[in-house]
């Protein structure tokens, strides 16, 4: 199991090397620059500006002053701001965007394993058609489409919560549903499939016969089983809950670091774009590192053919 988590500790690493060495060629590798405008700066003012942000120094030297300034927690000054650094503004978005997908996150689960146990326990009948509907449209609707749908219909029409802003806990429910509900959608189709499966087997079957009731089946074996696919999953949800929440706070102005990412790209501001990359990219590669040990941790069989240990 050490071995285990040490080569996946290695390869989070570089895969976070990866990630911001590719958004730094990325980024420098459009065409214009931050300061780059619909009337043209004097070129006495470019000059200093670029001297001021170390643009006029080569593209390698930037990376490697970049490098630097990250190993050392310091994600540089934002372009667009004089008085806050990207540290700052991610210091203040960052947890609105995690309460955000928190929220979301307890809706996706809960919303999603009920629905899963319900349908596969009622296969082929009304809950399970009914159940799969909403499965159907929670995949198909995207967020940047079922967030205006949401607000047009519980705020404008019914006037039940308010339209967007984030102050209270009632400004928090219909984006957590438009960031919850895709998620939702997955887990629960792999639950009722997972289940359907489970359900077939012979241990389930061998239980019954035994005389334990369909509940004690459900409850000690089937959902436990289950599970299992979700914990795979769970990791990657998790992180796109976190860090796919860009258009959902740009619709509803909620003031993370979601909405920030979308206008640092707008504004060109380098160090906020990269930021924001290396946070959610971190953020990413850290919940699927742990995944990947709560799953060998969990799944008996991982235990047994030693894959924990590969």
């Known amino acids: 199991m050490l071995r285990f988590i040490i080569k996946r500790g290695i390869n989070a690493l570089l895969t976070i090397w990866v990630i911001v060495t590719f958004t730094f060629i990325l980024m420098h590798s459009v065409p214009g620059g ?100 909403i499965a159907v449209l929670g995949a198909a609707i995207p967020s940047f489409v079922l967030g205006p749908l949401l607000i047009q219909i519980f705020a404008m029409n019914l006037k039940w919560l308010p339209v967007a802003t984030w102050q209270t806990w009632q400004h928090t429910i219909l984006p957590t549903f438009a960031l919850g509900l895709l998620p939702m959608a997955q887990i629960t189709r792999m639950m009722r499939s997972s289940m359907l499966d489970v359900l077939s087997q012979d241990y389930i079957k061998t239980a019954r016969a035994k005389g334990l009731s369909r509940f004690m089946v459900v409850m000690r074996h089937t959902i436990r089983n289950s599970m299992l696919p979700i914990v795979t999953i769970a990791g990657p949800i998790i992180a796109n809950l976190l860090t796919g929440s860009f258009v959902v706070e740009k619709i509803f102005s909620i003031p993370g670091a979601g909405k ?4 640092s790209i707008g504004n060109r501001d380098y160090p906020m774009i990269l930021g924001t990359t290396i946070i959610y990219g971190v953020l990413f590669v850290v919940l699927s590192f742990f995944t990947d040990i709560v799953y060998t941790w969990i799944d008996p069989r991982m235990k047994l053919s030693g894959k924990g240990e590969r």
């Open 34 to 133: 931050p300061f780059t405008r619909e009337r043209p700066v004097p070129p006495a003012v470019m000059e200093n500006l670029n001297r001021h942000y170390h643009l006029d120094e080569s593209v390698f030297q930037q990376y490697i002053d970049y490098l630097g300034d990250m190993l050392k927690g310091d994600l540089g000054p934002s372009m667009v701001s004089e008085s806050r650094d990207v540290n700052m503004k991610l210091r203040d978005g960052m947890p609105v965007t995690i309460q955000l997908g928190l929220q979301a996150l307890v809706v996706a689960i809960v919303g999603g394993l009920f629905l899963g146990i319900i349908t596969a326990l009622n296969h082929n009948k009304w809950p399970d058609h009914s159940g799969s509907m």
């Open 260 to 263: 920030l990412a979308v206008e």
